[in-house]
């Protein structure tokens, strides 16, 4: 019984940490260089597809343990969003809205990863057109208006994620136990949340700029 607890603990530190580090850290600097898309198809596809992809000298390696990462979060966290309940037909206090949004856009976010991989690695994989120029690919995704609104849902749903994990990580850490301490996490995680997902936005406005 105690071996089972302390998997289980030892899994939800793991869990939130991983949410952290590495898949949030790179949720942040995907979401910046694909804002870079405002500089047009030239600098996008030079410095940015082909330049990154330079530096990345590892990538194989990168992409491997990003994916075990994102695996994992994703599919324990699917397990903790099976196991849990919320009671908001009951209370509708901001914390159990915030419960049900998480589990919520767990799922969500995973299934707009998975949809955002096969339509562009995959993709880039598939066909040299693509792998040459993301930027006019991505273009033509944007062109269909469906398109824009699930991107725009799903970046938004994995930024709440993010910000709303970030914020249940400080209490889950004891990093912010007293209450002005929550108080004060909750409204920078909130600021944090509206600024990513402005990134976001703005990095569709990028690859088509007559959208907005």
Known sequence: MA???NAHFLSRKLHSLTGLVPVGGFLLFHLWENSMARKGEQFYNEHVVQGIG???????????CLGAAILFHGVYGLVVWWQGRSNTRRFRYGGNLRYLLQRITAFTTLA????????TRI???LDEAV???????????YEDPVNVVLYIVGIAGATFHLANGLWLLGINWGLTTHPRAQKL???ACTALFVVITFLGVHAIWGFNQRLF
Do not use: C, P
């Not at 330079?54 to 491997?64: G, P």
């Not at 792998?131 to 273009?139: I, T």
């Open 123 to 125: 993709a880039a994989g």
């Open 54 to 64: 330079d530096l990345l000298n590892y990538k194989l390696a990168i992409e491997l």
């Open 185 to 187: 996490s909750m409204w």
């Open 3 to 5: 071996d089972s607890l």
């Open 131 to 141: 792998e040459n120029n993301l930027f006019l690919h991505m273009q033509r995704i």
């Open 112 to 119: 707009f990863i998975l949809w955002h991989v096969i339509t």
